[in-house]
C-alpha cells in the first residue's frame, strides 16, 4: 500500500483532508460575495491569531512576498536596521537593501539577538527595525515583543515577520508595538502554501512609501479590502483562499490557547527526546530568548552525515529538515507546525531514533521520553 509522506518540517505542513477538499469545488467569482465572505471569514481568524485590531490583507504569494511587501510600502529610501540571526533575518536585510539603506545587526546564527546595539542604531536616526519572531533556521524564538518596545520608544517603524509563529505561539502585535506583521499559510495555519497575511497599524499607514510596487501595492489591497463585498485588487488564488478559510475555521473549532499549547508540547516532547538521545539542542538562548515552539534544532552528533540521519528517516515515509546554508550537514531539524499531534511526533522520534542507533550514535530511549510529556 502507497503511503503519504509525512512532512516534519518547518513547512510546509500536512495539510488536513478538510482544507484539500475545500480546493476541490468549482471555482467561484472573486468580485462576489461568496469569496468576499471566505475573504472576511480568513481576516477574522487571522486578527486573532495575529493578536491585532490593525487592517489585515492576504496577498497571493508566499510569505517572502509579505516580507517584501512590508519592505517595499513601509521601508523605501528609509534607514533600516534588520536583526538577523538566522537566514530568515537575512533575507529581510536582503529586501531592504533593495529598497533603502539598510543596517545589518548580525549574530551568530541561532543566538541572541543584539538588541543594544538597536538601541544605538535608532538614536542615530534609524527609522524601519525588521525582526524575525521565530528564527525556523536556527530553532530560535526572538523577543519580538522588546524589538518592539525599543522601536517604539525612538518612534521607528517595526516590521514582523511571524511566518513560522502566528498559529503556533502567542503573537500580540498591537501589545507589543508591531507596526507591520507576516504570516504565511503553509507553516502552523496548515493551509496550502501560496498565500501570505499581512497585518498594517495606522503608524504604518501615516508613513507609507510614496512610490511602491504595483502588485504589492498594500495601498490596493486597503482599497479593495474596504468594500462590500471584500476583494483583492488583483485576480488572487481563489483555491488558496478557499483552503485557508477552511484552515481557520478549523483553528477557530481547536480554540486558540488549545492550538498554541499543542504546539508548545510538540516541540517540548521532541526536545524531551533530544535530551534523552544525548543529542544538543542548536540555539543558545537566554532569558530574553527561547527554544522554538514550532520547530527544534539540533545538533548532528559527531561521526553521523547528513546522509546517514535524514536519508535512514525517509526510508520509513517520513520527511525531516537538515541545515541551511552554512549549516547543512550541522543541524537536522523536526517541525511540530500546523494540526500535527502525539502520533505524528511518536512516529518521527522513533524513526530519527532508529537512525542514530543504525549510525552509532548510543542514543538513550527518547521514544519513552516524549511519550511521557505527550501521555
Not at 72 to 82: H, K, P
Not at 87 to 94: E, L
Not at 233 to 243: E, G, I, R, W
Request: overall charge negative; charged content about 25%; proline content about 5%.
Amino acid at each position: 500500500m502507497e503511503h503519504e509522506p509525512l512532512l516534519m518540517i518547518p513547512g510546509p505542513v500536512p495539510v488536513p483532508l478538510r482544507v484539500r477538499a475545500a480546493m476541490a469545488r468549482q471555482a467561484v467569482n472573486h468580485r462576489g460575495p461568496e469569496f468576499g465572505a471566505a475573504y472576511a471569514d480568513c481576516v477574522r481568524v487571522l486578527k486573532t491569531l495575529f493578536g491585532t485590531e490593525n487592517e489585515l490583507y492576504i496577498i497571493s504569494g508566499s510569505g517572502t512576498a509579505g516580507m517584501e511587501a512590508a519592505v517595499a510600502n513601509f521601508g523605501r529610501d528609509r534607514t533600516i536596521v534588520s536583526l538577523v540571526n538566522g537566514k530568515f533575518g537575512d533575507r529581510f536585510a536582503k529586501i531592504g537593501q533593495r529598497y533603502g539603506t539598510v543596517r545589518t545587526l548580525a549574530s551568530e546564527w541561532g543566538t541572541p539577538l543584539d538588541l543594544e546595539g538597536l538601541e544605538r542604531e535608532l538614536a542615530e536616526g534609524a527609522e524601519v527595525v525588521t525582526v524575525v519572531h521565530n528564527e525556523t533556521s536556527a530553532g530560535i524564538r526572538n523577543p519580538a515583543d522588546e524589538v518592539g518596545a525599543i522601536a517604539r520608544k525612538y518612534d521607528a517603524l517595526c516590521i514582523m515577520d511571524g511566518i513560522t509563529s502566528i498559529g503556533g505561539d502567542t503573537v500580540e502585535v498591537d501589545r507589543w508595538g508591531v507596526d507591520v506583521a507576516v504570516a504565511g499559510s503553509q507553516k502552523c495555519l496548515a493551509a496550502p502554501a501560496g498565500l501570505a497575511a499581512i497585518s498594517v497599524s495606522e503608524r504604518a499607514w501615516d508613513r507609507i512609501a510614496e512610490v511602491r510596487p504595483f502588485y504589492l501595492d498594500l495601498a490596493a489591497y486597503r482599497k479593495s479590502g474596504t468594500g462590500t463585498p471584500m476583494e483583492t485588487p488583483y485576480t488572487p488564488a481563489v483555491p488558496l483562499f478557499l483552503a485557508l478559510r477552511e484552515a481557520c475555521l478549523m483553528i477557530e473549532e481547536e480554540g486558540v490557547g488549545a492550538r498554541i499549547e499543542r504546539h508548545r508540547r510538540m516541540a517540548e516532547a521532541v526536545r524531551a527526546a533530544a535530551a534523552a538521545w544525548g543529542v544538543e539542542i542548536f540555539p543558545t538562548i537566554d532569558g530574553r530568548h527561547a527554544y522554538s515552539n514550532t520547530v527544534t534544532a539540533m545538533r548532528i552528533p559527531a561521526g553521523i552525515t547528513d546522509g546517514d540521519l535524514r536519508g535512514t528517516v525517509r526510508k520509513f515515509g517520513i520527511e525531516i529538515a537538515g541545515g541551511q546554508d552554512h549549516l547543512k550537514g550541522k543541524i537536522f531539524r523536526i517541525g511540530t507546525m500546523g494540526g500535527i499531534g502525539a502520533q505524528e511526533v511518536l512516529a518521527t522520534v522513533a524513526a530519527v531514533q532508529y537512525a542514530l542507533r543504525k549510525s552509532g550514535h548510543p542514543a538513550g530511549d527518547g521514544v519513552q521520553a516524549a511519550a511521557e510529556v505527550l501521555g
